[in-house]
């Protein structure tokens, strides 16, 4: 059967998404959801929905959703493009901008989909290794025609200050897209960089700090050139009636995101300071998550123990530049207090 499968698909390696069990028992912290509950709009406007509508097509450029994103971010609805997903973006992104000859460059370690997504459209791959502290510094004279710049970076939580980021979209020849999927908890953000330079695109996703992973909705705001091209290559109905509504009204309730996202906040300090303590090493996170390296055993043995105690995190294999760290979403306090406590437990050689 490989005749039928074009050569590049054959070679690639597919995206594995993180573990998604369902057992109840599981403190899950692998996948950087938000454990708190979103908009209590979210229920309300579900609740009104007249299920005829579902029967016909749903708005295929979302204007009244865009018309919401444009208001947030001050801008105009012509310069944003909904997704399916940030990963629609992404691909999407690829498509458009970058020819069969061009290339496509991102941080390595970062999100593992840009070069999935880069070996699909089989185009070429220029990663940019992130130093011994996951700090960044551009190759002399690197090109590509598109480079994804995630900010904060994951999985690492680190955050590259806008001081670094201008400069670079401003030099570099083709575009950027500064992918903010955590900008909410960050203590900066790039989106105005977007509204000013022609090459550079800001994607956003109610995945983390709305608690709307499941509702698959993402967005990138950027020059309207840009944003047409996006427009003219996506799938004719891409982003579903109840998809848009649910974010619509989470969108328009800031005081519940921000809530929630305070709430991660300070559990993130807590639970880093008392990792630190505990002689972990842990990365100043601009995150949902936090990015840490055990002490006294190996990042893969401490993974095992710690699903012995029924707590998952997120461990990346034995790549040179992750084998050592573990990602550890931050869940309510209850379950990060199981977490610590089962930390010790493996510390302490306890069962």
Same mark, same amino acid.
């Given at each position: 059967m490989n005749h039928l499968i074009r050569k590049s698909v054959q070679a690639m390696a597919g995206y594995v998404p993180g573990e998604q069990p369902r057992d109840a028992k599981l403190v899950k912290l692998n996948t950087n959801e938000n454990p708190y509950l979103p908009s209590a709009d979210v229920q309300d406007i579900l609740s009104m929905i007249d299920i005829a509508v579902l029967a016909r097509y749903p708005d295929p450029v979302c204007l009244e959703l865009r018309k919401? %994103?444009? &208001?947030?971010?001050?801008? &105009?609805v012509e310069q944003v493009f909904v997704g399916n997903g940030s990963d629609e973006v992404l691909a999407l992104c690829i498509r458009a901008f970058v020819e069969r000859q061009g290339s496509v460059g991102y941080f390595d370690p970062s999100y593992s989909l840009y070069p999935i997504l880069a070996d699909i459209e089989d185009v070429e791959k220029k990663p940019v290794a992130l130093d011994a502290a996951f700090g960044w510094q551009m190759p002399a004279d690197y090109a590509a025609s598109l480079f994804f710049l995630t900010n904060p970076n994951a999985p690492t939580s680190l955050q590259y200050s806008k001081? +670094?980021? &201008?400069? @670079?979209?401003?030099?570099f020849g083709?575009?950027?897209? %500064?992918? &903010?999927?955590y900008a909410d908890f960050a203590q900066e953000n790039c989106m105005d960089l977007a509204l000013v330079n022609e090459n550079v695109l800001v994607a956003r996703t109610l995945s983390k700090s709305y608690s709307l992973a499941g509702i698959r909705l993402g967005y990138c705001v950027g020059n309207t050139e840009l944003i047409g091209a996006l427009y003219k290559i996506k799938d004719s109905y891409n982003v579903n009636y109840l998809t848009q509504e649910v974010a619509r009204v989470a969108i328009l309730d800031q005081n519940t995101m921000k809530a929630n996202v305070q709430a991660i906040i300070?559990?993130?300090k807590l639970v880093s300071e008392k990792l630190t303590d505990l002689g972990f090493a842990v990365t100043n996170s601009e995150t949902n998550f936090l990015w840490i390296k055990p002490q006294g055993i190996s990042a893969k043995a401490f993974v095992k123990e710690l699903g012995k105690? +029924?707590? %998952?995190?997120?461990? @990346?294999?034995d790549d040179e530049h992750t084998k050592d760290y573990l990602?550890?979403? %931050?869940g309510t306090a209850p379950e990060m207090f199981a977490f610590l406590d089962a930390v010790e437990g493996i510390l302490n050689g306890s069962e």
């Open positions: 919401v %994103i444009a &208001e947030l971010h001050g801008c &105009e001081a +670094n980021v &201008e400069p @670079f979209v401003k030099e083709g575009v950027v897209l %500064i992918d &903010e999927a300070e559990t993130r105690k +029924n707590i %998952i995190v997120r461990y @990346f294999g990602r550890v979403t %931050i």
